[in-house]
């Protein structure tokens, strides 16, 4: 039996859920399009549609925000805010966003020229979406072991520096103004980069001259595994290998709806003061002024709380502990999942689960959209409804290399009964799963249509 861990935490403040009957939940996914993001969350018993923004705050995050500054400038929270993200991530220039694709939209617009390149080991779909509405071409150059879900190795997030290689031969460098590195890798399974992946990654780009950035939403969840896994850090404090990570790159944008432990709040943070001054001049545009950028003071007061108590190590114990117990309780009943659990999902393989239904009719969808009607459990699709696309050249539909169901969960919100409900839940699919059919599209946007997609059963 998976163990599960103790919460260093006891709960002060409860929120009721309630179970819709099938009859009720099937007429609520029709009416949605079987797109889950149309139901609301008072449908919905158990939400594992994403970590994001989701985590329930501590006494002390609550209580700065009554404590919250909302000056218009240089307000108190700013500067608590600044101090606390300059003490892990080390760089000169801190700029607040709303949230993290707000900063990924002020680094690319910054940034980027029609045409242009910009490597990752796997992009989020906010970070590929700001790309291509800049002109550019997000590439993935994720080592093979991360795009496969049986592969046990410890780092599945880590870059292959060959494949950048190749592309930097492919493209030129002058197509390549940024490159980049998401930890963990949340498409990918929230799997882990190492260290020494990172250091080489950053003396790679180092050596061309191109900037590198970190997209570091969960970076404490990987500094955690690095911790763990890789040589010579477990004596280490989680906090000084975060900066370690950082040290090793020129910037970073985060959103802080993850490891920050808040409902809303985001940044960028980097080296180049020159590049910093060029987005603050857009910040004051689309966000508002340097030191709050689309956030109140009080907000920024519980980001610089949360991203402190993100790196303390008995609550990390505890979150990769969790969501590894969601993982080897799958396995126990044969259910496949991308392996090893990541840090803030676990990640069903969705074209394993249901063969049947080939990638044209979106196997993932299919399985999330069984999972509300069996269980009341919101889950995200993320593969071929999230991420294929058409190819301008030839005109072809592109899949990715999986399908899969994430089930994020919430920081600090779900007890041990509630992941046991999900587990039976997805068990009950999987023994019926040749009932399931496949889904097409009857309505879609041309980008991240996932959000607001319009599907319908096939027969
Ligand atoms: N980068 C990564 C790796 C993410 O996972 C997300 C958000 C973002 C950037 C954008 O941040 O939402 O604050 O604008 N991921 C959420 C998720 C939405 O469900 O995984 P945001």
């Known amino acids: 039996m998976a163990k599960y861990p103790l919460e260093p935490f006891k709960i002060k403040m409860v929120e009721s859920i309630k179970m819709l009957s099938r009859e009720q939940r099937i007429h609520k996914i029709k009416q949605a399009k079987y797109n889950l993001f149309n139901i609301i969350a008072e449908d919905i018993f158990i939400d594992l549609l994403t970590d994001s923004g989701t985590s329930a705050m501590s006494d002390s995050q609550w209580a700065g925000i009554m404590r919250g500054d909302e000056s218009y400038a240089g307000s108190r929270s700013y500067l608590h805010f600044e101090e606390s993200i300059k003490s892990i991530f080390g760089y000169e220039n801190v700029i607040p966003t709303h949230q993290g694709r707000a900063a990924e939209a002020l680094l690319f617009s910054t940034i980027l020229k029609p045409g242009d390149h910009v490597p990752s080991n796997i992009h989020f779909d906010t970070t590929e979406g700001?790309?291509?509405?800049?002109?550019?071409i997000p590439v993935n150059c994720v080592i093979d072991e991360g795009l496969d879900p049986a592969s046990t190795f410890s780092f599945k997030g880590n870059v292959d520096i060959n494949k950048l290689?190749?592309?930097?031969?492919?493209?030129?460098?002058?197509?390549?103004?940024?490159?980049?590195?998401?930890?963990?890798?949340?498409?990918?399974?929230?799997?882990?980069?190492?260290?020494?992946?990172?250091?080489?990654?950053?003396?790679?780009?180092?050596?061309?001259?191109?900037?590198?950035?970190?997209?570091?939403?969960?970076?404490?969840?990987?500094?955690?595994?690095?911790?763990?896994?890789?040589?010579?850090?477990?004596?280490?404090?989680?906090?000084?290998?975060?900066?370690?990570?950082?040290?090793?790159?020129?910037?970073?944008?985060?959103?802080?709806?993850?490891?920050g432990l808040v409902n809303i709040g985001g940044f960028i943070t980097m080296k180049d003061s020159e590049l910093a001054k060029q987005m603050i001049s857009r910040l004051i545009i689309t966000e508002g002024f340097r030191t709050y950028g689309g956030m109140s003071g009080?907000?920024?007061?519980?980001?610089?709380?949360?991203?402190?108590?993100?790196?303390?190590?008995?609550?990390?114990k505890y979150r990769i502990e969790q969501t590894a117990y969601l993982g080897e309780s799958l396995l126990e009943q044969g259910i496949p999942i991308v392996q090893p659990p990541g840090g803030h999902a676990i990640y069903l393989d969705a074209r394993s689960?249901?063969?049947?239904?080939?990638?044209?009719?979106?196997?993932a969808q299919a399985l999330s959209v069984s999972l509300y009607i069996e269980g009341g459990i919101r889950s995200a699709e993320i593969g071929g409804l999230m991420f294929a696309y058409i190819d301008e050249k030839t005109g072809k539909t592109i899949y990715p290399e999986l399908d899969l169901v994430r089930l994020a969960i919430p920081r600090r919100v779900y007890t041990r009964s509630h992941l046991d409900f999900v587990v039976q839940t997805v068990k009950k699919v999987m023994d019926n799963r040749h009932m399931l059919k496949g889904l097409r599209i009857t309505y879609q946007p041309k980008l991240l249509r996932h959000f607001t997609v319009e599907l319908e059963e096939i027969s």
């Open 353 to 363: 689960i249901l063969p049947n239904i080939s990638q044209e009719y979106f196997p």
């Open 130 to 136: 700001n790309i291509r509405n800049n002109g550019g």
């Open 298 to 316: 009080r907000d920024l007061e519980a980001v610089a709380i949360g991203l402190q108590e993100g790196l303390n190590e008995d609550y990390l």
């Open 165 to 259: 290689q190749k592309l930097v031969d492919e493209v030129g460098l002058d197509k390549i103004p940024i490159a980049m590195i998401t930890i963990t890798n949340n498409s990918g399974g929230g799997q882990p980069v190492s260290l020494e992946n990172i250091k080489q990654v950053y003396k790679y780009w180092k050596k061309h001259n191109v900037p590198f950035f970190i997209d570091a939403c969960r970076y404490a969840e990987n500094a955690y595994f690095i911790k763990l896994r890789e040589k010579g850090y477990d004596n280490i404090s989680v906090k000084d290998i975060a900066k370690e990570i950082f040290a090793h790159a020129n910037g970073a944008t985060m959103s802080a709806k993850k490891d």
